[in-house]
């Protein structure tokens, strides 16, 4: 590593734990509890990584804190969806335009009954549903298999978890047979759900979902392993489903203010991608109203901010890849 790149990384640490430090003293929100086993997690655990798309990783805090993945496995499976059965046939079951609506709402786009998009519990039930469909007794494997490819280490399930979401998922149920009623899923309903609630319950920490998002970040190959996971034409669909329903009913906030595509997760985990640059992560478990990390959504707004990463900012002059082309 040259001298001047040394102190570009020794700076970039250097911020990542000034974040930490301006936003360790927020205590807004709450720890989700609507899945019993959630609200045990510790309100005061808070940690940041950042990861580069050549793999340099800064990180902080209690970044290696495990916690379930919950919705930032949407994205991620939404490109598994589309690489099994192409964008055709998917956005035959599940639209893309952003709901405007809480991540569990029971609506249905208004013509196609179709769900809104992958980002919202009816549409990600949907995917797990064509999942099931293509993969059948071995759907878990293989999203747990290309999941841990992406993180860059085997990855494992929340027992605990994954029961009480299992015996609590009652809205999730009916949202499921919604679905059915409309013809939107396959037959096979009850097991797309338990395919929903087990990818769900996976056990990441910040770093694996920093690396992550710096696998979407790096065209869809992890930058710590050189392991192709995701197809690059199947990475711009999800990153662009992030930017625009990653938020749920904060997406156009988070537009506004970041600019670049997220997702979060009601364990506290917060996941954002800027393409071709890096990826930031948080894990904090108090929540908004909204149901995304109050820390998190704080250091996002920050760091984008400091280094001009929205997609709009006059700071962001484009991508490295792009200026070795130029």
């Not at 998917?90 to 991540?103: I, L, N, R, T, W």
């Not at 249905?108 to 995917?127: K, Q, S």
Request: glycine share 8%; net charge negative; charged share 20%.
């Amino acid at each position: 590593m040259t001298e001047a790149r040394q102190e570009r990384s020794d700076w970039l640490q250097e911020l990542v734990e000034s974040m930490y430090e301006k936003h360790a003293s927020n205590n807004a929100g709450e720890v989700a509890t609507y899945i019993p086993e959630l609200g045990k997690a510790n309100p005061d655990d808070f940690g940041i990584c950042v990861v580069t798309a050549d793999g340099r990783i800064h990180e902080t805090g209690e970044s290696d804190k495990t916690f379930t993945i919950q919705s930032i496995s949407k994205p991620f499976a939404y490109g598994m969806a589309l690489e099994a059965h192409g964008p055709d046939e998917v956005s035959k079951h599940v639209g893309v335009e952003p709901s405007g609506d809480a991540f569990n709402s029971i609506e249905l786009e208004p013509g196609t009954n179709r769900p809104f998009n992958p980002m919202i519990n009816a549409g990600a039930i949907t995917v797990s549903a064509l999942l099931y469909d293509y993969y059948r007794d071995e759907a878990f494997e293989q999203l747990l298999g290309r999941f841990s490819a992406a993180a860059g280490r085997a990855l494992s399930i929340d027992q605990s978890v994954y029961e009480s979401e299992s015996r609590t998922g009652h809205r999730n149920r009916a949202i499921g047979h919604l679905l059915l009623n409309f013809g939107m899923v396959p037959e096979d309903i009850d097991a797309a759900l338990d395919l929903y609630f087990k990818q769900c319950s996976i056990l990441v920490n910040c770093r694996d979902l920093a690396i992550m998002g710096a696998t979407l970040s790096n065209l869809g190959s992890n930058p710590i392993t050189g392991m192709e996971v995701f197809d690059i034409n199947r990475v711009k669909d999800m990153l662009s489903i992030m930017f625009t329903c990653g938020m749920y009913d904060y997406s156009g906030q988070w537009a506004y203010k970041v600019g670049v595509p997220a997702k979060s997760g009601v364990a506290g985990g917060v996941v954002a991608v800027v393409n071709r640059q890096l990826s930031i992560a948080s894990y904090s478990p108090r929540l908004d109203p909204r149901g995304n990390s109050s820390r998190g959504i704080d250091v996002c707004v920050d760091l984008a901010n400091e280094l001009g990463l929205h997609a709009f900012d006059c700071m962001n002059e484009g991508s490295s890849y792009l200026k070795a082309l130029l």
